[in-house]
């Protein structure tokens, strides 16, 4: 398993399911798209609309397009 990164800050934060471990299922809270206070996802910078994300449970890396504002 990975490490934290070590930038990873928990003022900064995002609420995107993991493909690494799914912990997110099966939960009432994520299921009803409110934020919630055990799956959350750090935040590790963006660019764009491009998110760079760290799980805290499995520490699986990832890059997410949010879908958020208009495309370069």
């Given at each position: 398993?990975?490490?934290?990164?070590?930038?990873?800050?928990?003022?900064?934060?995002?609420?995107?399911?993991?493909?690494?471990?799914?912990?997110?299922?099966?939960?009432?809270?994520?299921d009803a798209?409110?934020?919630?206070?055990?799956?959350?996802?750090?935040?590790?910078?963006?660019?764009?609309?491009?998110?760079?994300?760290?799980?805290?449970?499995?520490?699986?890396?990832?890059?997410?397009?949010?879908?958020?504002?208009?495309?370069?």
């Open positions: 398993m990975l490490p934290i990164d070590p930038s990873a800050d928990l003022g900064r934060r995002a609420w995107v399911p993991c493909p690494g471990c799914a912990d997110h299922q099966d939960c009432g809270t994520c798209g409110r934020t919630c206070a055990e799956h959350w996802r750090y935040l590790l910078s963006n660019k764009g609309r491009t998110l760079h994300l760290q799980c805290p449970n499995c520490a699986h890396l990832w890059s997410h397009d949010s879908g958020f504002g208009a495309t370069a």
